[in-house]
Nanobody, 121 residues
Framework: VQLQASGGGLVQAGGSLRLSCAAS????????MAWFRQPPGKEREFVAL????????LYAGSVKGRFTISRASAENTVYLQMNSLKPEDSGVYYC???????????????WGQGTQVTVSS
């Protein structure tokens, strides 16, 4: 499985971006797809996750109500719609694929290359 993240960019506070994560190879129904981010000078942190075959989702408290993770099975793609962006949302965003329903990055064995999100104040 290879993951290709895209959609990052520069946006003003209050704006929106949609990130995409295109997966090559087969995604089994048990797969868990997640987004993580790494703010400048900080550790990587969990953002959101979903199970490939179900509508179950989980969000970090800091993004709940503003971000939405979704999937398009026919396109083998997972999206992260980010609304009401804040400067503290800036960072490199990574998509990841695993099996465990987990917010810990160590549980994910496939990672995309990352896409930069910068939110200006």
């Amino acid at each position: 499985v290879q993951l290709q993240a895209s959609g990052g960019g520069l946006v003003q506070a209050g704006g929106s971006l949609r990130l995409s994560c295109a997966a090559s190879g087969r995604l089994y129904s048990s797969a868990v797809m997640a987004w993580f981010r790494q703010p400048p000078g900080k550790e990587r942190e969990f953002v959101a996750l979903t199970r490939w075959s179900r509508d179950s989702t989980l969000y970090a408290g800091s993004v709940k109500g503003r971000f939405t993770i979704s999937r398009a099975s026919a396109e083998n793609t997972v999206y992260l719609q980010m609304n009401s962006l804040k400067p503290e949302d800036s960072g490199v965003y990574y998509c990841a694929r695993g099996i465990q329903w987990s917010t810990q990055g160590d549980e994910y064995n496939y990672w995309g290359q990352g896409t930069q999100v910068t939110v200006s104040s």
